[in-house]
């Protein structure tokens, strides 16, 4: 069965000039200018690869515009908006390793209104599910202050917006990124609105954060969810994360709109992760989702883009997940598939169905 999926994209997503630092490390005397990993080589080559594969024409094209102050001000400061906009003029840092080039504000603003876009296309019933290859990445935004490349917190401020403009009551996160979405989960820690579910590796990015007993507080206790998985989770762990901790969830809490905020950074090569999945990995997470999605909400899901690193992969991660939510098989295959599926440790191991098992206790709790 195919579906209306809608793909938003801008070019000027690319010109966000994130400096040529060595990976996440400042340059100088001691260490040689490279490129910064946080570089638009690999969200292009996923859109290349896209085009090549003739899907991009396949979907509908949701075209994104500027968020407006106010809608930037539902989550982040006052304070914290008017320094971005003024490193808008000359670059700088936006907060802790968010470096910003001249112009960055602006294309920030058009990363949060993409998303937001893509909320009223799946809301307005244009599309039936979406994919925001925005730039800059957005879940480790906090209200006041950047964090970890990401200026502004796209995929929570598109969930404000739906909720509190869109008049939805409930939405749930799935962020499969493999560093913790504390930007999501700080957005909504006190809100009981928002189910926030984090997949990550244990104790990654941001350092100490993401334990799985960070639940949220006063009217928000228990709707958030950390698993943390060991490095060196495969598909197995991914697996059975999803069957037995996320979908339930989902279930339980029946959202009436899914967002996944959508790193490629768990994918094996990643340079910034330890994890090891891959294409059909992600295909069969996407198709979970998609199953969840059509039994509580009529299918209304979306992703908006974060990390993934390894600029060869992350193409053929994106292109099965389109795919999938599209419903339309392209005449590519992933070149990587075989090696990456191939690796030692990809089944579900004790030390990972420990954590798991841990997980599965936070439902017992979980009464929406
Ligand atoms: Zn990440």
Redesign the pocket.
Known sequence: MTRKTGFVWHELYMWHNTGNYAGVMPTGLTVQPYEHAENPETKRRFKNLMDVAGLTDQLIEVSPRPATEQEVLMLHELDYLERVKLLNETGGDAGVFTPMGVGSYDIALLAVGGVIELVDAVLDGRVDNGYALVRP?GHHALPGMGM?FCIFCNGAIAGLHALERRGLERIAYVDW???HGNGTETAFWKDNRALTISIHQDNC?PPDSGGMDMRGTGAGEGFNFNIPLPPGSGYGAYEATFDRVVVPALETFAPQLIIVPS?F?AGAHDP??RQMMHSTGYRELTQKLMQAADSVCNGRLLMCH???YNAPTVPYFGLAVLEQLSGIKTPIDDPFAQILQGLGGQNLQPHQDAVIQQAETLLDTFNP
Do not use: S
């Open positions: 990445p970890g990124d493999v560093h990015f790193g950074d910034l992760g974060e990390g993934g």
